[in-house]
């Protein structure tokens, strides 16, 4: 998920360090936005170090690319950590005064605010009636936490723990808890000790599944076969190879499982020991492999089992689809064109026992696109 971090000028300035370690760490993708006063309390180095990202918050600085604008609309959320008494009251009263505050007022994310301050600033009417007014406009505010202050008073007022804003900001996802298995990639079935059969699955789809249920706060395993591109942060990871191997993989009971490895038909009897020599003809034996998806299924009935459908080009994707949706016994069948594979985009025919949805996109797209497909029709079934 992409989060922008705003950091305001308070002397808890420091403890969002903390915060963009703690994002980041869980797979997110973190850019910060001080206030100018935020950098009295912290230096830009720390920040840029931790978040990986540069910052500028000159609201004035490349103008041509309307940056507020860009970073309200490329945050899937927002997170104000911590918020002092003035970013209150700037944001109750609609002040665009800065970046950070011309970014908020230009997105549409949901926002997280944690406020912190002396007692008796938190306690000040302006600043609790700024908190109501920003409470019934949809924005999360925080409770501030009680304990040691600046100086050596205490009372309520304190940044919470980072973990404490974390759960505040992640454990309100419409997932949370629900666990979740994505198989992706394809598998290889060897025919000797160098040579097998496999697929050109990039696991590409898989992937931007397991991330898009990541980031609505599934608990993620992800069964990936053969994949070379990078495995996303913030979820289990198992290497399987071949579909014997994925299969035991896959013996773990989850919520949702979604099948989007391409699992070879076929296996060979018996793997050549060794390297087969060049020059002579070779018979092969391919022995038909089990239904991992339709077994999985039997015996688990209470999983909403999500496969996979690979159809020739040109051929009718719906109608193969509802055809497994029966013959393998699973919640949903999403159907995809040959096209699509080792592809940056594709098309997807979500059928159902409640109808067919379709979409084409980037599978970026496509992932987050199905996850919220699949919540909608989990809460209808
Ligand atoms: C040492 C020191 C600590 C401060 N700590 C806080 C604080 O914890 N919370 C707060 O609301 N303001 C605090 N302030 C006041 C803010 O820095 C001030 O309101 C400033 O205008 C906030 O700017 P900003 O909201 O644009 O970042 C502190 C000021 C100083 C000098």
Redesign the pocket.
């Known amino acids: 998920m992409r989060i922008l971090l705003g950091i305001?000028?308070?002397?808890?300035a420091y403890k969002a360090a903390n915060l963009i370690r703690a994002f980041t760490e869980q797979g997110h993708t973190v850019q910060a936005l001080p206030?100018q006063?935020?950098l009295r309390f912290i230096g830009k180095a720390t920040l840029e170090a931790l978040s990986g990202t540069a910052i500028d918050n000159d609201m004035y600085q490349d103008v041509h690319e309307v940056r507020h604008v860009e970073l309200g609309a490329n945050a899937d959320l927002i997170v104000v950590a911590?918020a002092?008494?003035?970013?209150l009251a700037k944001l109750a009263n609609g002040i665009a005064d800065d970046l950070l505050m011309n970014a908020i007022l230009a997105s549409t994310s949901a926002i997280y605010v944690c406020p912190?301050?002396h007692t008796e600033?938190w306690q000040n009417p302006a600043t609790q009636a700024n908190v109501a007014t920003l409470r019934a406009r949809g924005i999360s505010v925080m409770k501030p936490a009680s304990g040691r202050l600046?100086g050596s008073d205490t009372g309520p007022g304190r940044l919470p723990e980072t973990a404490d804003i974390v759960n505040f900001v992640m454990g309100q996802k419409p997932l949370s808890g629900m666990t979740v298995t994505v198989t992706a990639g394809g598998t290889r079935e060897p025919i000797d000790q160098v040579r097998f059969i496999g697929n050109s699955s990039s696991g590409r789809m898989g992937i931007e599944i397991a991330t898009a249920y990541r980031d609505q706060g599934a608990l993620v395993l992800l069964i990936a076969c053969n994949i070379e591109i990078p495995m996303p942060l913030g979820v289990e990871v198992i290497r399987a190879s071949t579909v014997a191997e994925l299969d035991q993989a896959m013996d773990n009971p989850c919520d949702i499982m979604v099948m989007a490895a391409a699992v070879s038909d076929f296996r060979i009897d018996k793997p050549f020991k060794g390297k087969l020599p060049r020059g002579e003809a070779r018979t092969i034996d391919l022995i038909p492999t089990s239904d991992l998806i339709a077994n999985f299924a039997a015996n688990h009935t209470d999983t909403f089992c999500i496969a996979f459908a690979l159809v020739e080009d040109g051929a009718d994707v719906e109608a193969v689809s509802l055809e497994k949706l029966s013959a393998k016994g699973v919640s949903a069948v999403a159907g995809n064109s040959i096209g699509s594979l080792g592809s940056e985009s594709s098309e997807i025919t979500l059928v159902t026992k409640l109808g067919t949805l379709k979409r084409s996109g980037t599978k970026i797209e496509l992932g987050k696109w199905l996850v919220e497909a699949i919540y909608k029709i989990m809460s209808k079934v």
């Open positions: 305001t000028g308070g002397i808890a206030t006063n935020a911590p002092t008494a003035n970013f912190a301050m600033m600046t």
